[in-house]
């Protein structure tokens, strides 16, 4: 349950679609049983993309979030090498289903074979379950900690900081992607509490440049 003085609603959809997403693209390897070098490139393409998405994500935590938090508020504090350690330990998985795509694509370009391929199935599946305990483990420590310190204001005053200093290319694709996974209300509601020059943009580009983005990668 989500505490009722915690609302980074941007924080908590951002975690939403790195589960949602990562189930999805491992559903799709897992039933791809047999498949052709399109279907992987297709995959390899899916996953970049993905982790670009959360590797933003982590850093923005490694290097602002959790370093800031941990000053005021010691009981965070205690949590933190054991987050560090869990987006380091990710950062291994992922390097390790960079280099099954980067092996099936140079060295099995005529042929996948189902032992390559069942390799990067099974990272895929360790990277879902290793990022769902660290989700978790995150929420815990880091929810009740922006709760103690922070008014609803305060922490709306800080999601604002974080949108104006993301890159407008990152923000052109990661609003979209996050907000595919809401249904329409809780859409709505995400897209009010953007600037009136963001929603601008992903009414008229964002949202159909992210769709295109999306065709190229889908199975």
Do not use: C
């Amino acid at each position: 349950m989500i505490d009722n003085n915690f609302g980074m609603k941007g924080y908590l959809r951002m975690h939403n679609a790195i589960r949602r997403d990562l189930e999805r693209l491992e559903s799709k390897a897992v039933k791809l049983t047999n498949p052709g070098m399109t279907q992987v490139l297709k995959l390899e393409k899916w996953f970049n993309f993905y982790w670009e998405m959360v590797e933003h994500h982590h850093k923005g935590e490694d290097r602002g979030a959790f370093p800031m938090l941990a000053k005021i508020d010691p009981v965070f504090a205690s949590h933190v090498p054991v987050l560090t350690f869990d987006h380091n330990e990710i950062d291994r998985i992922v390097d390790e289903i960079k280099a099954n795509f980067a092996f099936i694509r140079l060295k099995e370009p005529l042929q996948v074979t189902s032992g390559s391929y069942r390799q990067l199935v099974i990272r895929l599946v360790l990277l879902r379950q290793s990022l769902s305990n660290h989700l978790k483990r995150e929420e815990a420590a880091f929810i009740p900690a922006v709760a103690r310190n922070f008014t609803l204001q305060q922490q709306s005053a800080i999601e604002q900081g974080i949108y104006k200093r993301i890159p407008a290319r990152q923000l052109a694709v990661m609003v979209p992607w996050t907000l595919q996974y809401l249904d329409a209300e809780e859409r709505g509601s995400a897209l009010a509490e953007l600037s009136s020059r963001f929603r601008y943009l992903y009414n008229v580009s964002w949202q159909k440049r992210y769709e295109r983005l999306a065709l190229t990668f889908n199975l």
